[in-house]
């Protein structure tokens, strides 16, 4: 671990995700690029709209499939320390990961079967224990990502009818990752 532990959690965490198989492929259609999918993981925030305020309506939809990563909250980094001082400090804390995707035409009105599209996707980017097709808890502890202890599905979210009239119709989810000591 750096020497900042904090950005790196961070860039090692949104380039894990970055790096997940069906990550690339979430949007269906030809999977992305390296750089396309890094491009579809943003850290803290979405990037700004064009026009300042608020995003419209066809920016989200083009954003859509994305992802924000951030600190977790509550113990988003901790350093443990041994009894004589500074020489064996271990690091560990929380990530969060908001994803937002598109409802698919086909699916918009069978709530269970895009539930379990969701869940199918989601699942595969969190584990496919295949190592030439990773998930995050595959890519855990390579150099280059976090040695992840837990990967956690907080909550699956379809946005209200209210809501896709602003916002249009996505589904969100939360995960959470923690890392390092305990």
């Not at 979430?26 to 993981?41: K, N, Y």
């Not at 709209?49 to 951030?70: C, D, M, N």
């Not at 969190?126 to 150099?143: I, Q, Y």
């Amino acid at each position: 671990m750096s020497a900042n532990p904090i950005l790196t959690s961070i860039t090692a965490a949104r380039q894990m995700l970055a790096d997940c198989f069906y990550w690339r492929r979430i949007a269906g259609g030809d999977p992305w690029t390296a750089e396309q999918s890094l491009a579809r993981v943003h850290v803290d925030a979405l990037p700004p709209p064009a026009e300042g305020g608020e995003h419209t309506l066809a920016e989200l939809q083009a954003l859509r499939p994305f992802a924000i990563v951030s600190l977790g909250e509550g113990e988003a980094i901790h350093f443990d320390m041994d009894g004589s001082g500074n020489c064996c400090v271990g690091v560990g804390g929380s990530i969060d990961i908001y994803i937002e995707l598109p409802v698919p035409e086909d699916l918009k009105n069978s709530p269970s079967a895009l539930a379990a599209d969701v869940y199918d996707r989601i699942g595969r980017v969190l584990r496919t224990a295949n190592s030439s097709e990773p998930g995050l808890c595959d890519l855990a502890g390579l150099p280059g990502y976090l040695a992840l202890r837990r990967a956690t599905l907080q909550a699956y979210y379809r946005s209200t009818r209210q809501e896709r009239l602003e916002l249009g119709d996505f589904t969100a989810i939360h995960l959470s990752l923690r890392w390092g000591r305990s």
